[in-house]
């Protein structure tokens, strides 16, 4: 091997990995969220990353955008997943028969999205989406149970959080009302940019759409509703008689009753919020950090055909999902996390070269007791060890010699602050473990 | 949407994907698999699906396994993981500055070999791999650990195994003290085929490759030493003086005195154990359902350079694998498993129109309590919804009548006894939450 050439090891731009201490902590939230599906009665699915391309470019007609992994394995014409939506449909339509609907899923996995690596953006990155999909129907109970599910994910994870909801119909139902439905997209991406260069900007876009001075302050006002219930649909209410307008409001108020039975608080109604997906046709979601607005960490909402590439029959959903690789990217970065309190081990042993074998049988019973005892083998000597100790930033050592072998009580260091206590077997477990709490 | 042609929902052949039952019974056994890891030390690593083909076919120099998934993007040359090791290569050189050795990380995660489907192989599967990795040494302790690990893995999966074990110094130490190290491949796919083929032709083909009578009869003998360890020594003793061989003899006495020390049991002794990667050249294990040696679980090994191909720095490594997918597919098939005990929820609350709204409060209550309830809203009467109950095999239903919601007790039906008790919210979630233990 020596007359080799070496090749240099590294992993491929825009992909992400984690050292350990990050992995242990990133993993522990993706079991927080699952926990949190799971008790919430949503079954998981673990759909293949790769598919046909024809199922996963269906949407598209077969068009392929640049961002998706597409390529042949001998005939077959294969791409990555890019999210978990799509599968989802695919699975749906094969076991429609089988599955009980309402449908409620989640899926915690990784997508791939070949886009040009920037700040804050992966080309493989974790999703934890959770859909609810009915057969033919679904009730506004479902979407209600979405958002709450975000008001729990997000406590589990200890972050504060404010849940904006809206429901598409409204604006959509107003442009319907003034007959501009033609250039609801046009609308919808001048809307979109409110936010970035203000109301008469705004107003200027849409009257070149088409809409009069009125329509355009109108909509401006409309979708610049927030608050309460109450409130929004207090200041929503005179804008329009169009059917949809109205649906919209109504859907909201049954969603806000629905919010409030599950005992769900930090949901502002916002109908700022659009979504870009086109698929979207009631609800919408999005989730901010608190008081920082400009950091989303996930979205959602409600379409009214998850299966219409793949199935006639009529398979209305909602859905949510967490962008948790670049949260946690964004958290890791801010210094969120107390990575130091994370320990690899609870306590490593100790021990003299008579003393090694007593070592690795103590540390065999402290782990069958649940703790994570660590016997060193690589350093040699006492002095060598208890510098790796040291090193590690272990919290507790336990010391076994002559002494401790024959009487069965083994000395405990904390390391952090020097006190040295005699413990038995059974002692040493529940003093370790009582303190990890 | 109704004039688009509909795409038909297929999953790429040779894939796996679960419904939902299987799919959280297999999670369960991942869970369990990764909780062992957990406990003894090990920490996770999740490296990306993708890597440089450079890096992943280093080995290969370059060269490229019809099975491997490998396609361009842009300018950029990638191939899907074919395993979890040449990650763990190269991840444990990029970062072998700041990790902890000996370096032991676990990963469990889906590999990809795009070879043609046959029964029980998949393209795309999961591995449950340990591996630990030394620093210019490892101590044979940390090949003991990985024989633990299996025999803790396998019984937390409830499945009682055998660990067959032994050392690849010793077939290649007495092939070595007979001149024929420049044949050792050939002799060891000649030996391998041992169990298939019988004694007398095995003799044939090692002739053939040039050894002498005696040595090819000795040879199989040596292969055939199978027992406790006391009994393996002593029929190998007498068969070479070489270096080598008597290497691997004291090492696999070593093993053994820490493998006691684990506490570990399930071990025989097996010189037949060759495995077929070259890079192995120490300790081999290999793991079979106990009285069924037709199905092998997994194996590995002790490797004397994992980095060989990325770094100068000298890293030998020993590790386990578990070959989940395969495994689970098997025990699957054969019935193995009670699925019908798997519930995926705990009770459904079953409400007439006007106490729908208290059914989603109690529902709500339940969940926050660790209790997976489903208000049935789909259905709209009474009657349909305990019908629904009844389709999906629920337990418990909670019944909320008019009469429950006033006095805040509620009736519970044990749908396969019909027994029907009153309990308060408390009491509903301890008898729920017993029952289930």
Redo the contacts between chains.
Sequence with gaps: ?DN?K???????QG???????E??L??SLLNKIEEVF????F??????????S??LL?KSGGDVDKEI?R????S?D?CMRYDLTVPL???V???KE?????FK?YQIG?V?R?ERPQKGRFR?FYQCDADII?KE???I??DAECV?LYEKCFKALGLDVEIAVSNRKIIAGYIEGIQKDDKTTDILVALDKLDKIGTEETIKLLQEIGLTSKESENLIKITKSKGSLEEVVYSLKSYSENNLFIEGIEELKELS??IN???TTSVVFDISIIRGHNYYTGSVFEVFLKNRREIALGGGGRYE?L??????TKMPGVGMSIGITRLFDLLLKENYFDLDSFK??DCAIITFDETF?KG??IM?KL??N?V???CF??NKSFKSKMKEANR?DVKYVVIIGEDEVNSQIYTLKNMQTAEQSKLSLKELVEKIKNDRM
């Design positions: 091997m080799k070496l090749i240099v090891p590294k992993k491929l992909f992400w990995e984690l050292k350990p201490k992995q242990m990133f993993s799971r008790a919430n009665c079954v998981p699915l673990d759909t293949p990353v790769l598919e046909y024809e199922v269906a992994y390529f042949s394995k001998g077959t294969i449909a695919r699975f339509s094969m076991y089988e599955l009980n609907f309402p899923r990784k791939y070949g493989e009915g129907a679904l009730s109970v479902a709450n009753k629905y039975l599950l005992g055909n299966c219409g590439y793949f199935s006639e690899d081990i074998d690795l049988e065999s782990r069958e649940g994570k005892a660590e083998y690589e590690r």
